[in-house]
């Protein structure tokens, strides 16, 4: 019979608590949709459900497999940029729009496009390999295998925790984004952000020296 174990349990939630508690394309995302309180149940599931499967898998030794394979790096790399700057783009007309975010009825995503964003903003950033997989699957790997199972669990754990809070704590900010100009405030700002990440792929696709 197993014993839990807290060491390794702790040590892989503050080492992924520290990776994913950041501003970024998919927190942001998580973070809007929560202060429209549009489909938060569901994002946050998915996002959750992500992390703790490619956190798996890196433990399990897929991380040294995709760090092996330039070419799947690029692809990411260069679709990532590609999402990011088109929704970027999309933010920054938000911002002109005059009343665009005042929540309405109809106005919302639907649960599909909902679920697609979420599906682009997880699985088409690099970044989220570099951290769950190949960061998480590294540290995980080097625990002693006994106790691996627990590294996983509390890894996934704070996975969990961060997405429910960000997605159903959004709302204490509800008050602050009762007026149009806040939403113009929060849309530049994702807009920038995925911009800027956007820009970031690209010039570490372009300057990567190849093998």
């Known amino acids: 019979m197993m014993i839990f ?7 892989g939630f503050a080492l992924s608590a520290a990776l994913i508690i950041a501003i970024g394309a998919q927190n942001l995302f998580v973070l809007r949709q929560g202060l429209r ?18 956190i798996s898998a890196g433990v399990a030794g897929i991380g040294t497999m995709l760090g092996a394979l330039p070419v799947l ?43 697609a964003a979420a599906v682009g903003f997880t699985l088409l950033n690099p970044h ?27 890894a996934i754990a704070a996975s969990f925790l961060w997405f429910t809070s ?6 204490i900010l509800a008050p602050l984004f009762a007026r149009p100009v806040a939403w113009r405030v929060l849309d530049g700002l994702v807009g920038v952000t995925m911009l800027v990440l956007a820009g970031s792929l690209l010039l570490r696709a372009f300057l990567q020296e190849p093998a």
């Open 5 to 11: 174990d807290p060491t390794p349990f702790l040590t």
């Open 37 to 54: 309180r549009e489909h938060v149940g569901p994002i946050v599931l998915f996002c959750a459900a992500a992390d703790a499967l490619l």
């Open 73 to 115: 790096t690029l692809a990411l790399t260069l679709g990532g940029a590609a999402f990011l700057g088109w929704y970027g783009v999309k933010a920054l007309r938000r911002v002109t729009v005059s009343d665009a975010m005042i929540v309405q009825a109809g106005e919302g995503l639907t649960l599909g496009r909902a679920l």
């Open 128 to 154: 989220v390999y570099l951290d769950t997989v190949l960061l998480m699957g590294t540290a995980g790997a080097a625990q002693p295998a006994d106790v691996r199972p627990f590294f996983v669990a509390g």
């Open 166 to 171: 960000l997605g159903y704590g959004a709302r």
